[in-house]
């Protein structure tokens, strides 16, 4: 049974930092490939980073790039995304996904098969 649950959400002042993680089973996940995406009322749901399997490589949306980082602990076999220099803008339910292969495709929703629960991210000015 596929389990992903996302914490560490909240409200956070512009400027500030908020550190989210999701704990996966049964997947190891430093062994599938993991991002996270986030969906604004009213708008697409964005894939905002990746995470790859084997190499670790990385990738970031432009919106994001150079303010958040995704990583895994594998002692917690969790997936976080460290989240500085938060804007109004980065408001939205932030989800983590999974496509359980070591074969990575694009970052569109399409592209993973499991998804959490989500948890909420508000950014004030």
């Known amino acids: 049974q596929v389990q992903l649950v996302e914490s560490g959400g909240g409200s956070v002042q512009a400027g500030g930092s908020l550190r989210l993680s999701c704990a996966a089973s049964?997947?190891?996940?430093?062994?599938?490939?993991m991002a996270w995406f986030r969906q604004a009322p009213g708008k697409e749901r964005e894939g905002i980073a990746a995470i790859r399997p084997g190499d670790g490589s990385t990738y970031y949306a432009d919106s994001v790039k150079d303010r958040f980082t995704i990583s895994q602990d594998n002692a917690k076999n969790t997936l976080s995304l460290q989240m500085n220099s938060l804007k109004p803008e980065d408001t939205a339910m932030y989800y983590c996904?999974?496509?359980?292969?070591?074969?990575?495709?694009?970052?569109?929703?399409?592209?993973?098969?499991?998804w959490g629960q989500g948890t909420q991210v508000t950014v004030f000015s």
């Open positions: 049964p997947y190891t996940v430093s062994r599938i490939c």
């Open positions: 996904a999974a496509r359980p292969s070591h074969r990575c495709r694009g970052l569109g929703s399409a592209d993973f098969d499991f």
